[in-house]
């Protein structure tokens, strides 16, 4: 027999509806007409259930030692409590648009208060300046309709890349085109110069890892010791992900 579903919380802001439903052991945050913007193992929140979020998490695996990330986009904190339980990180910081999402993600997402993560509401193409320099940034800034403008903004998307350390990396949770290729990919190619790296996973979308520089490469053999060490600890592998990526073309 299907488990139920049970509606939790439902709110109303300035972009739509948010609503949180409950199906056995998951939770979902949900936005617009029930489209599904997250997905919460309940008995552990760190749990990755969906491919573009551990596809995402290889791309925090390309960095040997990170200890600084800035996530643009909170959704239900799945991705970020991964990275604060399993990688070396010292400070984190979340920029989340709409209010209630943090709110929702504390109250029936599981979502920590741990002292290294703080989180400011607005809009992150307003807030990005006065980020901290940082080792990684993840964008996965989505609506009920899609990506947000921020996905292809030369300008900002340019300046997430500014504000990486050397070393650092950019990841970007990009929807597919029908040819396969990111959407925008004739801009993003022009914008990095080739020179990054994609990820193709099952939802349709394609994880996009941008180094920091043009002289920075892919530390595949390293990437994939970590990859190994996590799967031991995490119980997740995030091996096949790293054998499907592609360099820009």
Same mark, same amino acid.
């Given at each position: 027999?299907?488990?139920?579903?049970?509606?939790?919380?439902?709110?109303?802001?300035d972009?739509?509806?948010?609503?949180?439903?409950?199906?056995g052991?998951?939770?979902?945050?949900?936005?617009?007409e029930?489209?599904?913007?997250s997905?919460?193992?309940?008995r552990?929140?760190?749990w990755?259930e969906?491919?573009?979020?551990?596809?995402?998490?290889?791309?925090?695996?390309?960095?040997a030692?990170?200890r600084?990330?800035?996530?643009?986009?909170?959704?239900?904190g799945?991705?970020?409590?991964a990275?604060?339980?399993?990688?070396?990180?010292?400070?984190?910081?979340?920029l989340e648009?709409?209010?209630?999402?943090?709110?929702?993600?504390?109250?029936?997402l599981?979502l920590?208060?741990?002292?290294?993560?703080?989180i400011?509401i607005?809009?992150?193409?307003?807030?990005?300046e006065?980020?901290?320099?940082?080792?990684?940034i993840?964008?996965?800034?989505?609506t009920?309709?899609?990506?947000?403008?921020a996905?292809?903004?030369?300008?900002?998307l340019?300046?997430?890349?500014?504000?990486?350390?050397p *070393?650092?990396?950019?990841?970007?949770?990009?929807?597919?085109a029908?040819?396969?290729?990111?959407?925008?990919?004739?801009?993003l190619?022009?914008?990095?110069?080739?020179?990054?790296?994609?990820?193709?996973?099952v939802? *349709?979308?394609?994880?996009?890892l941008?180094?920091?520089?043009?002289?920075?490469?892919?530390?595949?053999?390293?990437?994939?010791?970590?990859?190994?060490?996590?799967?031991?600890r995490?119980?997740?592998?995030?091996?096949?992900?790293?054998?499907t990526?592609r360099?820009?073309?």
């Amino acid at each position: 027999m299907a488990d139920t579903e049970v509606l939790l919380e439902e709110v109303i802001d300035d972009h739509g509806r948010i609503r949180v439903v409950e199906v056995g052991p998951y939770r979902f945050l949900e936005f617009g007409e029930e489209i599904e913007q997250s997905c919460v193992f309940t008995r552990d929140p760190a749990w990755l259930e969906y491919d573009y979020n551990r596809a995402m998490l290889l791309g925090a695996l390309c960095h040997a030692q990170p200890r600084r990330a800035l996530f643009l986009g909170l959704g239900a904190g799945t991705l970020t409590q991964a990275c604060l339980k399993w990688l070396p990180l010292e400070a984190v910081e979340a920029l989340e648009l709409r209010p209630d999402v943090p709110r929702l993600a504390r109250q029936h997402l599981g979502l920590g208060n741990d002292p290294r993560l703080s989180i400011r509401i607005g809009d992150a193409m307003e807030l990005l300046e006065a980020a901290s320099a940082t080792d990684l940034i993840f964008v996965d800034l989505y609506t009920d309709v899609g990506p947000s403008s921020a996905h292809l903004a030369w300008r900002f998307l340019e300046d997430c890349q500014a504000k990486l350390n050397p *070393g650092g990396w950019l990841v970007i949770n990009q929807w597919s085109a029908t040819d396969g290729k990111p959407l925008g990919a004739a801009l993003l190619r022009g914008l990095f110069r080739h020179h990054y790296w994609e990820c193709p996973v099952v939802e *349709g979308n394609v994880i996009l890892l941008v180094p920091a520089s043009l002289e920075q490469s892919l530390d595949e053999a390293g990437t994939r010791r970590r990859v190994r060490d996590l799967a031991a600890r995490a119980g997740f592998d995030l091996e096949p992900y790293l054998d499907t990526l592609r360099a820009a073309t």
